[in-house]
């Protein structure tokens, strides 16, 4: 069975500080895709990565990175020097197919929240 | 370029009433589903309906019905509506599966559903 945690309900930081966001998943499949969306106040769902099972290079885009670690089953996202629009609930999300069709299990969202 | 457009954006119903969110996608997507969003849980899936004239049940599909009118048009359909089923819903659509895409699914904005 697929399963997402992000045990993490809320965070909080001041902005400019460092803030990761932590998902653990569990899956029986060798072939999997690990997705992060971001859900902003105004309520609409913006993808910001996908990584494949077979890909564990970090990735860096801008002041977000992404650490994916198959061995710990973890897909962490680091926002560096956040800022007040990065308020949001961000969701992680598992799939063992590349559209993230069908069976994309989300986990429950942390919500982070960053003071001015 | 509209992506996925879903009306109403808002409704309220009274309990025993029916109702039907209408989606549809300019993006020539052969997949589309629908999900809720309930306060603190991530997005499950409803149904979904991988390609014109198929739907299946995805993760909680009691209560509700779906229609795929053709490519574009993915319909659901709640026709009793319970306290139960006040829910954010999303609609979403996704290329075939053997293509490759950077964005797996595009979202819908959400219609916000409450039942009283």
Request: hydrophobic letters at 30%; one cysteine or more; glycine letters at 6%.
């Amino acid at each position: 069975a697929q399963k997402v945690t992000q045990a993490q309900t809320e965070i909080s930081v001041v902005e400019k500080e460092d803030v990761t966001l932590d998902c653990v998943y569990e899956t029986r499949d060798t072939t999997y895709y690990l997705f992060w969306y971001k859900q902003p106040p105004s309520g609409e769902l913006v993808f910001l990565i996908r990584r494949n099972s077979f890909d564990e290079q970090n990735e860096i885009s801008g002041r977000y990175s992404w650490n994916f670690q198959k061995s710990t089953s973890s897909f962490n996202f680091t926002i560096t020097a956040s800022q007040v629009v990065d308020s949001a609930v961000y969701f992680c999300a598992l799939s063992d197919d590349p559209t993230g069709a069908n069976n994309l299990f989300f986990g429950t969202g942390t919500r982070l929240t960053v003071i001015p | 370029n509209a992506g996925v457009t879903q009306t109403p954006k808002f409704q309220v119903l009274k309990t025993g009433q029916s109702m039907t969110l209408q989606c549809a996608q300019d993006m020539n997507h052969n997949s589309m589903y629908w999900y809720r969003q309930d306060p603190g849980m991530g997005l499950r899936l409803i149904y979904y309906s991988a390609s014109e004239g198929t739907t299946d049940k995805g993760e909680v599909p009691n209560g509700y019905n779906v229609s795929r009118l053709n490519k574009r048009e993915f319909s659901l359909r709640l026709e009793s509506a319970a306290p139960s089923q006040t829910s954010v819903y999303f609609c979403a659509s996704s290329e075939d599966r053997i293509t490759y895409s950077n964005q797996p699914q595009h979202f819908g904005d959400g219609t916000r559903l409450s039942i009283l």
